[in-house]
DNA sequence: TCAAATTTGTTTCACTTGAAACTATAAGCC
DNA sequence: GGCTTATAGTTTCAAGTGAAACAAATTTGA
């Protein structure tokens, strides 16, 4: 190795970096899916594909499956709540926590957009093989895992 | 395979939400090197990256090697001028262009901040053996070139 | 039992952002 | 030359965003 003060960095290379513009090139050919005919924000589709999941959320848990905010969830739902594609009830246990329920739009909204975006996926994962697809899956754990190790640290370092 | 209308969809092992969400991590798990103590933006800190490493480039250039929008690398060198990172000159050629140059302290910046995202970029590469961090680096090659093959598509379908 | 603390979800406010309009300069074309 | 078009960068304006304050309901713990 030759002698050099800084160590180098190129932008290019730099994992965060090529993970970042692989991460905003794949995010828009799915949202271009279902913004445009479908006028959902991508926290919306997060919202609907959750709610499809798993009938029935608090928006808390909604939350906490789809990695937003409360905020956003509570903006989220107000807007699909308005435009007919989902419902809310107080919860009887507990008042503070909303029953949310899709409506028939809001499935079939779910139903027309999930062929689509699994398509693309299925498109994008088609340039790997079988055993690179799996691989990657444990790849981006892996990596997953530490970011959480980092997270740990930096919150103690505070 | 059982019947069923809707195609599953689990949003959990859905590629793009997982990319999302690693993304999400390893953006914050970098950025938090420089947004505290250096007080850069993200966009701020691909300019000074990109700066360092080819001196002199046109705001133009800058937005393409950055992958950034005119308008972010606008607000950025604006702001990093007012700061003292760096210098602004119009190019004698062609007055339109901006010949932009990292101050002392610019540069200065850069060079503490280098050792930091390079060691923890290490750090989470470590969750990978050699041969998995190269695999990966490929991986990542062929589904960028793949959201590109859809961009194309969708662009002409507009 | 009831005051304090906690939890769920909303709202506010200041800041950031993106699209499009705009300014200034240069290039193309007759 | 002079008119149109293209390009570099900035600004404007409306919409989106996050942090923190807030309201309402529930839990805790003397």
Redesign the pocket.
């Known amino acids: 190795m030759t002698h050099s003060d800084t160590p180098q960095l190129t932008l290019k290379r730099f994992f965060p970096y090529r993970l970042a513009n692989l991460q905003a090139a794949v995010s828009g050919a799915v949202g271009r899916l279902y913004t445009g005919r479908f006028n959902l924000?991508h926290?919306e589709w997060r919202v609907l594909a959750t709610l499809s999941e798993y009938p029935e959320l608090?928006?808390?848990d909604i939350a906490t499956h789809t990695n937003l905010?409360?905020?956003?969830v509570?903006?989220a739902?107000?807007r699909m709540t308005e435009r007919g594609l989902l419902l809310q009830h107080p919860a009887a246990h507990?008042?503070?926590?909303?029953r949310l329920q899709l409506t028939e739009k809001g499935l079939q909204t779910y139903r027309d957009i999930v062929p689509l975006v699994l398509e693309r996926e299925a498109y994008l994962l088609d340039a790997l093989s079988a055993e690179e697809q799996q691989l990657l899956d444990g790849l981006l754990d892996k990596l997953l895992e530490r970011t959480h190790q980092l997270a740990e640290q930096d919150k103690l370092k505070e």
Chains 1, 2 share one sequence.
């Open positions: 924000t926290q608090s928006a808390k905010e409360k905020m956003q509570s903006r739902i107000a507990d008042r503070r926590y909303l």
